[in-house]
């Protein structure tokens, strides 16, 4: 399994959470970031984007079990 496989797998996971929460807490903050608090909305674009942030938004969700 590549890396880009075990992304794809994070990222996954990530949208399976993330579609299938209520709408109003899409606004809440999921995770902090380089001591900024991330929404689950920018959160989703950083990922759909694929930056550097979206990859660390990921790891740590990963991490945390959240996905």
């Known amino acids: 399994m ?3 496989t075990i992304e794809m797998d994070k ?7 993330y579609n299938n929460l209520p ?3 899409r606004e809440e903050v999921v ?3 380089n001591n900024e ?4 909305k920018v959160a989703k674009l950083e990922i ?3 930056t550097k942030i ?7 969700l990963e991490l945390l079990k959240i996905i």
Not at 11 to 17: D, H, I, L, P, T
Not at 37 to 40: A, D, E, G, L, N
């Open 31 to 33: 995770i902090i970031v």
């Open 54 to 60: 979206g990859e660390e938004i990921l790891d740590k």
């Open 48 to 50: 759909d984007e694929n």
């Open 11 to 17: 990222k996954q996971r990530f949208y399976q959470v």
């Open 23 to 25: 709408l109003n807490l």
């Open 37 to 40: 608090p991330i929404t689950w």
């Open 2 to 4: 590549d890396y880009n």
